[in-house]
């Protein structure tokens, strides 16, 4: 019999909050599950973001070997304007493609950059997908009629809403907090019918989810979750605003039991997470920073904020209120942290290894690296990486020439704000770097804790669990003592040899061969990044 | 194989907006001069789909956000049917050069 596995997806998911959740009684089923599992806490890719990390999750690639970097990806390969990333930014097989090349079926839900839907033997409902057009998003097409007439499921309430989705880093008015966090816990609440109906009516072998209201609580009412943070933890609003984020928690739970049960007991149960989560108080403007230390010069015309403090420009506000000729960086999203450099008026595209452009990256690590806090004085910029160090691979062209790494893992903001550095009139949720692994089921070592491992672990343990063998473009391994001793002698790990798995998701690409390998060596090399 | 005309990327435009605007129910006559965003109730975050849909049925990218961009600059809500009709035709790439 094939060995099945249940991938649950928990955006945002930490063992710093969900510990506290679990011992107030929020989430029984979860503790239950953890001290059956075994579990690690689980180190993500840089910058700890949604789309490049579920996919680094899902591949076992790191960005700069599968193609996603952020929400969004430049238009062209000299171009500063951005457009949202696709399914046809994914290099690579994922988890569903592998399982399809070996005879089994998957199911995959609410995973990012899988719009339009990859040809899976199974069903795929994207992530990121707006409500509007979520009908063209599923695959099989019918699926679409099947969820609303069979289980009567609100398809187009999985989509996501660009002006609802914005609060979760802009923030909204104190009345808005209530019919936005009851906005997901509905839509988890159809996410979850949804996946019931299919491992009912349609079970396949590999079934993933993303359950990612979460991340979007945390983000927004860090303060109502994690009390320590809250300023005023009895007051009214307060109580109540938390009441309802623990209602999405307790719900969740429940989820996620009736998921598990629905598995069976013969089937690997794995939760993971994109990344963690933890309290910022600071905002860092980078165009600001920019601008004020003569990277970033504004157009007489350009954007501008007043006294109010925002997060987020579209990216063509940013690039049209540029004095293009004049500026040498400018940070386009706010989500990945990235700062892009130019080169009369341009991006720049050549001449990495050239005298000019190290020394513009020196001035500009130098100087965020001494960004600092006006009321403490403290340091914002824990480090500046730059793409060649966290995005090496065929793909790091598409890249931001610089990421930048907050003291407090938190996303910057890229509108012209009036000062560069500030502080929060509230404490935020953002982003941290360690999430959570958790596997139990057949031959687990139940209770285990083990050391912190990679994303990039995740992908071949599950094909491991599934009696599958690990692809050589595979860059994780397998967490081998999560399993017992017998279990492990039983059902040693199998390696594919190089060239036997199709290197791109649509098939149209071979495995890197080492003709392909030494051009881009050559390439890399070319550029000055490697010596 | 030939470039399309500029009369096959309408048609081939004008399916993919029906198909598109299949979800609120637009049934109505499209022509070159239907606007897109008043006759036709495209909204924003339609121009993510629509450039989605194009750049699947033809196979290429096109620089759609520095399009949109740019009409932001002139009144976006005058924005007709021949005018991405136009666009696409002249960033239609031959096919031996396709990425």
């Not at chain 1, 695959?139 to 398809?155: C, G, N, S, Y």
């Not at chain 1, 081998?480 to 002698?489: K, S, T, V």
């Not at chain 2, 740019?70 to 666009?87: A, G, H, N, P, S």
Request: hydrophobic share 40%.
């Amino acid at each position: 019999m094939n060995r099945q596995c249940l991938l649950l997806g928990l955006d945002g998911a930490s063992f710093d909050y969900l510990e506290p959740l679990i011992r107030e009684g929020v989430m029984p089923f979860l503790g239950r599950f953890f001290a059956s599992a075994a579990r690690a806490p689980l180190q993500s890719v840089v910058p700890p973001l949604t789309p490049p990390a579920w996919t680094s999750l899902v591949t076992g690639r790191s960005p700069g070997r599968h193609g996603i970097f952020d929400f969004a990806a430049p238009e062209g390969p000299g171009s500063l304007f951005q457009r949202m990333i696709s399914s046809r930014d994914l290099s690579g097989e994922t988890l569903w493609s592998i399982a399809n090349r070996h005879g089994r079926r998957a199911t995959a839900l609410n995973f990012p950059a899988m719009h339009p839907p990859p040809a899976v033997d199974g069903c795929v409902i994207p992530g990121w997908v707006p409500g509007r057009w979520i009908r063209r998003a599923v695959r099989p097409a019918e699926l679409f009629d099947r969820l609303k007439k069979e289980a009567d499921v609100q398809v187009e309430a999985l989509g996501y809403w660009p002006d609802q989705e914005s609060k979760a880093i802009e923030g909204c008015r104190r009345e808005e907090y209530e019919p936005w966090i009851r906005l997901h816990i509905e839509r988890e609440r159809e996410w979850f019918r949804a996946l019931r109906y299919l491992m009912t009516a349609d079970p396949t072998d590999l079934t993933a989810i993303v359950f990612d209201g979460a991340d979007k609580l945390l983000h927004l009412c860090w303060t109502s979750i994690d009390p320590r943070s809250a300023p005023e933890p009895s007051e009214a609003p307060f109580v109540h605003l938390r009441g309802l984020c623990l209602q999405y928690f307790r719900e969740l739970d429940s989820f996620l039991e009736a998921l598990v049960g629905l598995a069976g007991p013969e089937t690997t149960v794995v939760m993971a997470s994109d990344h963690g989560f933890g309290p910022t108080d600071t905002l860092l403007s980078l165009n600001t920073w920019l601008a004020e230390n003569g990277f970033l010069v504004w157009a007489s015309d350009g954007p501008h904020n007043g006294e109010a403090e925002r997060v987020h420009y579209a990216t063509h506000e940013i690039i049209r209120g540029l004095d293009r000729a004049r500026t040498q960086a400018v940070a386009l999203m706010p989500s990945a942290n990235g700062i892009w450099l130019l080169k009369d008026g341009e991006r720049w595209r050549e001449g990495f290894d050239s005298d000019e452009y190290r020394s513009l990256r020196v001035r500009l690590v130098e100087g965020l690296l001494d960004a600092r806090r006006p009321d403490t004085g403290e340091r914002v910029v824990r480090r500046v990486w730059t793409r060649e160090e966290i995005f090496a691979g065929p793909f790091f062209e598409r890249a931001p020439d610089l990421t930048v790494e907050l003291v407090d893992s938190g996303h910057v903001s890229v509108a012209r704000n009036s000062r560069a550095v500030t502080v929060r009139a509230q404490v935020m949720g953002c982003h941290r770097p360690l999430g959570v692994f958790a596997i139990g089921g057949p031959g687990v070592r139940g209770g285990a804790q083990l050391g912190v491992r990679s994303i990039l672990d995740v992908a071949p343990t599950i094909l491991h669990a599934m009696g599958l063998p690990i692809p050589a473009a595979v860059e994780g391994h397998v967490v081998e003592e999560a399993f017992e001793r017998d279990w492990r002698q039983a059902h040693p790990v199998v390696h594919e040899r190089a060239g036997a798995a199709p290197d791109a998701e649509n098939g149209s690409g071979e495995e890197m061969d080492a003709q392909s390998r030494e051009q881009i060596a050559r390439r890399l090399k070319a550029l000055g990044y490697m010596g | 194989m030939d470039q399309p005309t500029k009369e096959q990327v309408f048609n081939d435009l004008v399916k993919i907006i029906r198909d598109l605007a299949e979800d609120w129910e637009f049934s109505g006559e499209i022509t070159p001069d239907t606007t897109m965003l008043g006759d036709l109730s495209f909204e924003s975050i339609d121009a993510v789909a629509l450039a989605s849909a194009i750049e699947e049925l033809y196979g290429q990218s096109f620089p759609f956000a520095e399009y949109f961009s740019q009409l932001e600059e002139r009144k976006i809500e005058d924005l007709r049917v021949q005018d991405v009709v136009d666009f696409i035709h002249g960033h239609l790439q031959p096919a031996e050069t396709k990425g």
